[in-house]
């Protein structure tokens, strides 16, 4: 299976959010096109996106919040602008984005409450970080008062996954339906087959939903268990999937194939009811419903979840940390550590196997 073929849907998504980006930037300082065009070339457009829209919600803060910057227009703002920045207006902005208000584009739809984190405030000032760098290193500010701000620090939250009982469960619950309401199964009759294959995907290959979605008809080689992905950043990567996602995989397939797609759909590998490539979305809701039947006290099972479940199982199986990285397409062992730290609860655990204190029967001494 060739890993270079041309992939018209991630180039689809990439052109979309191209123009998102433009879009965003028409209101923003000049300097933010500049910064977004500069890293073009190490970063994917989502991570562009996600730092355009940052960036707009910054400069909506310093115009609405901060006195210095009321009489400007962020669109009109130059590099002399920029560097008024002061560290009391980052704390600011820090305090702000743990809750404020979005104004809607339409008028007639009451403003939207944003509610952030500590990881979410950190993303977002790390954005204007970043941006703030760029405008030093290339000698556009004569400082960065933006190094002088802190970051949050961000407290470890449990990893949440799902046991072997939870997993079956789930994939049960996606063949049969039983534990749906009355409406769930309607829909869930029609989409079974292609529920239970998703599920089974994530369970046993840990993509992601972006991935997921992404797949094309072509891209699984059921004679060898295999399938192309398209990973961040646009690389492709052949992974191999396990017999029963392998079958899951053939019994979906033989109904894809008499369904028809509508234009620009035809080579989707996860159609909606609609008939057209499934949304993330889409998927997220998918999981979130069998979860809430398969784990009810686990609320918050998404594909990421999945995805973690998969990486856990595979490490406890192999104990093989670099294997793990490169299956899920970790560029670092540390982002894999990171995700998935209580992977070396298992290696603790034996610890206390090998260690003996003086009265435990295995207890020896030398010499």
Known sequence: MAADKKNHYRDEVDAKRILQIRSICRELP??????LRGIALTTGTFT?????????????????ERLAFSDKDPRLMTDADLEKL??????????????????????????????????????KLCA??????????NQRIASNVTELVPLPKVHEKPIIRLTRAEMEKMLDEAQSGSGMSKSQQKYQKLTSKRDFAMLSLFLGTGIRVSECVGMNINDVDLENNAFLVTRKGGNQVVLYFPPEVAEALAEYLEERDTI????????????????????????QNLVKKYAAAAAPLKSRI????????????LYHETGDIYL???????????TTRKHYADMTDAR??????HVHLPGDPDFRTEG
């Open 30 to 35: 000049e300097a933010c096109s500049d910064f």
């Open 48 to 64: 562009r996106l996600a730092y355009a829209i940052d960036l707009r919600t910054f400069f909506q803060f310093l115009c609405r």
């Open 86 to 123: 002061t560290r009391a207006d980052l704390t600011s902005y820090s305090e702000y984005l743990t809750y404020y208000l979005k104004n809607p584009e339409d008028d007639s739809v009451p403003k939207k409450e944003i509610v952030n984190h500590e990881l979410s405030i950190k993303r």
């Open 128 to 137: 204007i970080r970043s941006f703030y760098d760029y405008l030093f290193k």
């Open 260 to 283: 028809e797609a509508l234009p620009g759909h035809e080579d989707a590998l996860f159609l909606s009811l609609q008939r057209r490539r499934i949304t993330q979305r889409a998927v």
């Open 302 to 313: 998404s594909p990421h979840k999945l995805r973690s479940t998969y990486a856990t199982n």
């Open 324 to 334: 793990v990285a490169d299956v899920l397409g970790h560029s670092s062992v540390d």
């Open 348 to 353: 603790r655990r034996k610890a206390a196997e």
